[in-house]
């Protein structure tokens, strides 16, 4: 028997050992992209990955400083589970002053990253069998956590025509005697679309009717917002008490290494996810958590440069993409991403390749002029493919050129 297949044989036979809930669950589809251009750079391929949510900005250094500072005070021994007191203070504060939201430090939980967040949440209120409503398009992550909890996914479609929300009879005509949960995120990945205040009411007055239905709201990224202030769900105190806020310092301050994000809950969410979290992963670095103290008392100067970078990088992306036939976007109001819909492109060929779906058209992309995507379908949406402009405007005028030219092969 050769190598190749004896390899195979230990893989079918090691997945017969494996877990359900493993066998189960899919790999990130971002970082399978992203897995697949660091291949293709390494044997030689000039590849441009517009596949990972990444800023491509270097953290400030005044936060790098306070990670210094922290390692020479000795700031290296365990911390409580929930994360520092004075760092969940200043959590508070944030709220307080960025989104006039009151907590208190018991109802912080600071994790390794927004994802441990959700994923604690989740797993604190969602027993097996019960539904989770989940907008589409969603953040990859949001489905495969569900499944971890043994809990079932109910999608509801939301269309480039309506910006890609959903309305508060969409979400209503969804919720059944099973559902727990309904999660989102504001400004979203992979659209880059934003609730406003009076959208969020809406949906709050219609949930007030459902005391068994809870809120998970992702606001990551809060900061990388195009259309003035962020609004949250938890503004509105008739299902405050039911909503879970996360977000972190990941995106807005160019933190994506230092995993750290946050949830602010109802007390007894907190202290659920305080258990969960201490059997699992305990606190997450003390190095870190005196960063994020540090970004979170920055002035907002600290990062505003850098929301106008990504604002005037959206609007190149939107006026190149004019150019490229049969596309369709939306105008995103935050995050660094375009959504746009291909859906023109399926069924057609070159000749060598044809394009079945948003995957085949993302392998077609990267592999005729070398650049990654990632497609819809790993955000719930067919149609589309997202595109990440969090990189220099060079890369994008070059990367949205080869685009064009591999669509107008395709006939």
Same mark, same amino acid.
């Given at each position: 028997?050769?190598?190749?297949?004896?390899?195979?044989?230990?893989?079918?036979?090691?997945?017969?050992?494996? =877990?359900?809930?493993?066998?189960?669950?899919?790999?990130?589809?971002?970082?399978?992209?992203?897995?697949?251009? *660091?291949?293709? &750079?390494?044997?030689?391929?000039?590849?441009?990955?517009?596949?990972?949510?990444?800023?491509?900005?270097?953290?400030?250094?005044?936060?790098?400083?306070?990670?210094?500072?922290?390692?020479?005070?000795?700031?290296?021994?365990?911390?409580?589970? =929930?994360?520092?007191?004075?760092?969940?203070?200043?959590?508070?504060?944030?709220?307080? *002053?960025?989104?006039?939201?009151?907590?208190?430090?018991?109802?912080?939980?600071?994790?390794?990253?927004?994802?441990?967040?959700?994923?604690?949440?989740?797993?604190?209120?969602?027993?097996?069998?019960?539904?989770?409503?989940?907008?589409?398009?969603?953040?990859?992550?949001?489905?495969?956590?569900?499944?971890?909890?043994?809990?079932?996914?109910?999608?509801?479609?939301?269309?480039?025509?309506?910006?890609?929300?959903?309305?508060?009879?969409?979400?209503?005509?969804?919720?059944?005697?099973?559902?727990?949960?309904?999660?989102?995120?504001?400004?979203?990945?992979?659209?880059?679309?934003?609730?406003?205040?009076?959208?969020?009411?809406?949906?709050?007055?219609?949930?007030?009717?459902?005391?068994?239905?809870?809120?998970?709201?992702?606001?990551?990224?809060?900061?990388?917002?195009?259309?003035?202030?962020?609004?949250?769900?938890?503004?509105?105190?008739?299902? @405050?008490?039911?909503?879970?806020?996360?977000?972190?310092?990941?995106?807005?301050?160019?933190?994506?290494?230092?995993?750290?994000?946050?949830?602010?809950?109802?007390?007894?969410?907190?202290?659920?996810?305080? &258990?969960?979290?201490?059997?699992?992963?305990?606190?997450?670095?003390?190095?870190?958590?005196?960063?994020?103290?540090?970004?979170?008392?920055?002035? @907002?100067?600290?990062?505003?440069?850098?929301?106008?970078?990504?604002? @005037?990088?959206?609007?190149?992306?939107?006026?190149?993409? @004019?150019?490229?036939?049969?596309?369709?976007?939306?105008?995103?109001?935050?995050?660094?991403?375009?959504?746009?819909?291909?859906?023109?492109?399926?069924?057609?060929?070159?000749?060598?390749?044809?394009?079945?779906?948003?995957?085949?058209?993302?392998?077609?992309?990267?592999?005729?002029?070398?650049?990654?995507?990632?497609?819809?379908?790993?955000?719930?949406?067919?149609?589309?493919? *997202?595109?990440?402009?969090?990189?220099?405007?060079?890369?994008?005028?070059?990367?949205? *050129?080869?685009?064009?030219?591999?669509?107008?092969?395709?006939?």
């Amino acid at each position: 028997m050769n190598t190749s297949s004896t390899e195979i044989k230990e893989k079918i036979v090691m997945r017969n050992f494996l =877990s359900e809930r493993i066998n189960n669950l899919a790999e990130s589809e971002t970082l399978a992209m992203a897995n697949l251009s *660091r291949e293709l &750079k390494a044997k030689g391929h000039d590849v441009i990955s517009l596949s990972l949510g990444e800023p491509d900005f270097n953290t400030p250094d005044i936060i790098k400083e306070a990670a210094k500072k922290a390692i020479d005070d000795n700031y290296t021994y365990y911390t409580p589970v =929930s994360g520092y007191l004075d760092l969940r203070q200043a959590i508070c504060d944030k709220l307080k *002053r960025e989104n006039n939201l009151i907590y208190e430090p018991s109802q912080i939980v600071v994790s390794n990253g927004a994802k441990q967040s959700i994923a604690n949440a989740v797993m604190a209120l969602v027993n097996p069998g019960e539904e989770v409503i989940i907008p589409a398009p969603y953040w990859v992550s949001y489905k495969e956590i569900i499944k971890l909890a043994e809990a079932k996914p109910v999608y509801i479609a939301a269309t480039i025509e309506n910006d890609f929300k959903v309305t508060p009879q969409q979400i209503e005509k969804a919720i059944t005697s099973k559902t727990k949960l309904i999660i989102f995120s504001t400004p979203c990945n992979p659209t880059g679309s934003a609730y406003n205040k009076m959208e969020l009411m809406a949906i709050a007055e219609m949930l007030e009717k459902y005391p068994q239905v809870f809120v998970i709201s992702d606001e990551v990224y809060e900061h990388i917002n195009f259309v003035g202030a962020h609004e949250s769900i938890a503004q509105f105190d008739n299902i @405050k008490e039911r909503v879970i806020t996360i977000n972190g310092v990941s995106k807005g301050y160019a933190m994506t290494g230092w995993r750290i994000g946050y949830m602010a809950a109802h007390k007894d969410i907190a202290k659920a996810c305080d &258990k969960l979290q201490g059997q699992i992963t305990s606190a997450p670095s003390s190095i870190a958590q005196r960063a994020a103290l540090q970004a979170l008392k920055c002035n @907002k100067s600290e990062i505003q440069s850098m929301v106008e970078t990504f604002r @005037k990088r959206r609007d190149l992306v939107l006026d190149l993409l @004019k150019d490229v036939p049969h596309i369709k976007t939306n105008i995103p109001q935050g995050a660094f991403y375009v959504f746009f819909d291909v859906s023109y492109y399926y069924g057609k060929s070159d000749g060598l390749t044809t394009v079945k779906d948003g995957s085949d058209l993302c392998m077609y992309i990267l592999n005729k002029v070398h650049v990654a995507m990632v497609p819809g379908s790993a955000f719930g949406d067919e149609n589309c493919i *997202r595109f990440s402009y969090a990189t220099s405007e060079n890369l994008l005028i070059e990367a949205v *050129r080869r685009i064009k030219n591999a669509l107008a092969e395709l006939k």
